[in-house]
């Protein structure tokens, strides 16, 4: 393995590393806290160019103000305020404005794996208010660019007349993924933003203030099923981020066999710790995927041009992705 000319081990080869190294990337990309984005090169993002072909830009975040009530039971509505100081001047501020509260992009100090501790083994006394130690401003500063594709879940499923349960939170399978990739004749690059189109926040946002508030007591939300095999299939693919227009990526509750039960009790067995913390992986939550997945409906072609650029607050554990996607 030679990480510094891009050759990186398989997933079977990280969980060969010894002790707390054992399953993670720690050490080998060349900026250590960048994480997998270091998988998109240079050469890329040029490439990534030949996914512009219609001139149609979409805004993937929705308002931040969209998840009042949303699935979490701590983060709330920012609060809107525009002052003026004299006739001729406006100003504004938000309060109470949680940060991963819409759509958003999870930073890698968002999650610490139980049994490790924060990715590339970074002390806990280093993860506070305005320390840059792993902050999303390093996605800010250098944003994350490239080719982006859209896996159509929702699409593939209701052409099988199949729809996805979201009010019963179905667990989705790393087989539903491949299936819908297959179906599309869709190959992935290593470096791609993939995106995992689900119908979920459409679905959410549909809902009357009743049923929002119904399916957020019920803690159920469909999304990915937790397995050892996504997470080895998301690594041997290099993808530098995994997206979805869900609440958590993951499916909620985790599914009675997860195998993150013990490693991530105190996530009680979601897939975070592994991905983040361990892998450096990023996860984009709650992103605005519908009109794009119709608009590549249309066109037959998955692929865009993506930019994600949080915000640049030193030491954020997450942020608004403020992504978009060029076709």
């Known amino acids: 393995m030679n990480a510094a000319e891009g050759i990186y081990p398989d997933f079977e080869g990280l969980l060969q590393r010894e002790g707390r190294l054992a399953g993670t990337s720690w050490g080998l990309f060349p900026h250590q806290s960048r994480g997998t984005p270091s998988f998109i090169t240079p050469q890329g993002v040029l490439d990534a160019r030949q996914c512009i072909r219609t001139g149609t830009v979409f805004g993937l975040d929705y308002p931040a103000d969209a998840f009042d009530p949303g699935m979490s039971l701590k983060r709330g509505a920012p609060r809107h305020t525009i002052y003026s100081s004299h006739p001729a001047h406006r100003d504004d501020y938000l309060d109470g404005y949680y940060l991963q509260g819409s759509t958003q992009i999870d930073g890698l100090r968002h999650r610490r794996a139980d049994d490790v501790g924060f990715y590339n083994g970074t002390p806990d006394d280093r993860i506070t208010e305005g320390t840059p130690d792993l902050g999303i401003q390093?996605?800010?500063?250098?944003?994350?660019?490239?080719?982006?594709?859209?896996?159509?879940?929702?699409?593939?499923?209701?052409?099988?007349?199949?729809?996805?349960?979201?009010?019963?939170?179905?667990?989705?399978?790393?087989?539903?993924?491949?299936?819908?990739?297959?179906?599309?004749?869709?190959?992935?690059?290593?470096?791609?933003?993939?995106?995992?189109?689900?119908?979920?926040?459409?679905?959410?946002?549909?809902?009357?203030?009743?049923?929002?508030?119904?399916?957020?007591?019920?803690?159920?939300?469909?999304?990915?099923?937790?397995?050892?095999?996504?997470?080895?299939?998301?690594?041997?693919?290099?993808?530098?981020?995994?997206?979805?227009?869900?609440?958590?990526?993951?499916?909620?509750?985790?599914?009675?066999?997860?195998?993150?039960?013990?490693?991530?009790?105190?996530?009680?067995?979601?897939?975070?710790?592994?991905?983040?913390?361990?892998?450096?992986?990023?996860?984009?939550?709650?992103?605005?995927?519908?009109?794009?997945?119709?608009?590549?409906?249309?066109?037959?072609?998955?692929?865009?041009?993506?930019?994600?650029?949080?915000?640049?607050?030193?030491?954020?554990?997450?942020?608004?992705?403020?992504?978009?996607?060029?076709?």
């Open 138 to 327: 390093e996605w800010a500063e250098n944003p994350i660019t490239g080719r982006g594709v859209l896996v159509d879940l929702e699409g593939h499923r209701d052409e099988a007349g199949e729809p996805i349960d979201h009010a019963g939170g179905e667990p989705l399978t790393l087989d539903l993924v491949e299936s819908a990739l297959k179906a599309r004749s869709l190959s992935t690059q290593p470096g791609d933003i993939l995106m995992l189109h689900t119908g979920w926040c459409e679905w959410f946002l549909g809902l009357s203030a009743e049923d929002k508030q119904r399916i957020r007591q019920s803690r159920k939300a469909s999304g990915m099923a937790q397995s050892r095999e996504f997470a080895a299939w998301a690594w041997d693919n290099r993808f530098a981020v995994l997206a979805a227009d869900n609440f958590a990526l993951e499916c909620l509750p985790a599914v009675p066999d997860s195998p993150y039960r013990h490693s991530a009790a105190n996530d009680n067995g979601m897939m975070h710790q592994q991905l983040l913390a361990k892998l450096g992986l990023p996860l984009g939550e709650l992103w605005k995927l519908g009109p794009l997945a119709r608009h590549m409906r249309s066109t037959g072609r998955w692929d865009a041009f993506i930019t994600i650029k949080p915000l640049n607050i030193t030491g954020g554990t997450g942020s608004p992705a403020n992504a978009t996607a060029i076709t």
